[in-house]
């Protein structure tokens, strides 16, 4: 059973950079039909999808975030990492990573793509 | 990006209730919808993918239904461990999103 778990400040300042780290255990991040993603949560509000990488380090993001978002992979360490840059209050929220399988087939031969996997979340603030 | 929009916002109800959630998007996806529960300061789970198959695991009670645009989940018979938020999720386009989630709250 693979297990994520994010690591990293609690606590940014306005403008300055937040930079969260997933460590994947119980299974290679490598390979695989899996996209490694990070969700966030705003207090009390829905999901937002902020975006992937694939182990190749081909990644993807919400065009919402703009620039502002950097993923990457280090497969060595089996781990990913978020970089959103420039901050505000509106960056404060729950911070997910997760395993989206890309690729899933069930019994029956439906296809699909499903987040099978999630970290328990780590609070980020961004306050002065 | 496709735009989740999901009805009601939050919903109360009694245990043995039967209830619906609704999720709608704004343009087809087929049936790239996936249902999440998530219960409080927990991360969410997947109960339900290709809009109504069950992941293994999760009570018969929940079903899905829905291709295109429009899509519910329905829980039959509720249970006390069935109070929680749902969220719908598109995979169809490379931005995935989410509906705003919908709370079911014990009445």
């Known amino acids: 059973q693979v297990h994520l778990q994010e690591s990293g400040p609690g606590l940014v300042k306005p403008s300055q950079t937040l930079s969260l780290i997933c460590t994947v255990s119980?299974?290679?991040?490598?390979?695989?039909?899996?996209?490694w993603t990070w969700i966030r949560q705003h207090p009390g509000k829905g999901l937002e999808w902020i975006g992937y990488?694939?182990?190749?380090?081909?990644?993807d993001h919400n065009p919402s975030l703009k620039s502002r978002v950097t993923i990457s992979v280090d497969t060595s360490q089996n781990q990913f990492t978020l970089r959103l840059s420039s901050v505000t209050a509106a960056d404060t929220a729950m911070y997910y990573c997760?395993?989206?399988?890309?690729?899933?087939?069930?019994?029956?031969?439906?296809?699909?793509?499903?987040?099978?996997?999630w970290g328990q979340g780590t609070p980020v603030t961004v306050s002065s | 990006d496709i735009q989740m929009t999901q009805s009601p916002s939050s919903l109360s109800a009694s245990v043995g209730d039967r209830v619906t959630i609704t999720c709608r998007a704004s343009?087809?996806?087929?049936?790239?919808l996936n249902w999440y529960q998530q219960k409080p300061g927990k991360p969410p789970k997947l109960l339900i993918y290709?809009?109504?198959r069950l992941q293994s695991g999760v009570p018969s009670r929940f079903s899905g239904r829905g291709a295109g645009t429009d899509f519910t989940l329905t829980i039959s018979n509720l249970q006390p461990e069935d109070f929680a938020t749902y969220h719908c999720?598109?995979?169809?386009?490379?931005?995935?999103?989410f509906g705003q989630g919908t709370k079911l709250e014990l009445k």
């Open positions: 997760a395993r989206e399988v890309k690729n899933y087939y069930d019994s029956s031969g439906y296809y699909a793509r499903i987040i099978d996997q």
């Open positions: 119980g299974g290679s991040i490598s390979g695989g039909t899996y996209s």
């Open positions: 990488t694939y182990s190749s380090g081909n990644t």
């Open positions: 343009e087809s996806i087929s049936i790239y």
């Open positions: 290709a809009a109504s």
């Open positions: 999720q598109q995979s169809y386009s490379n931005t995935r999103t």
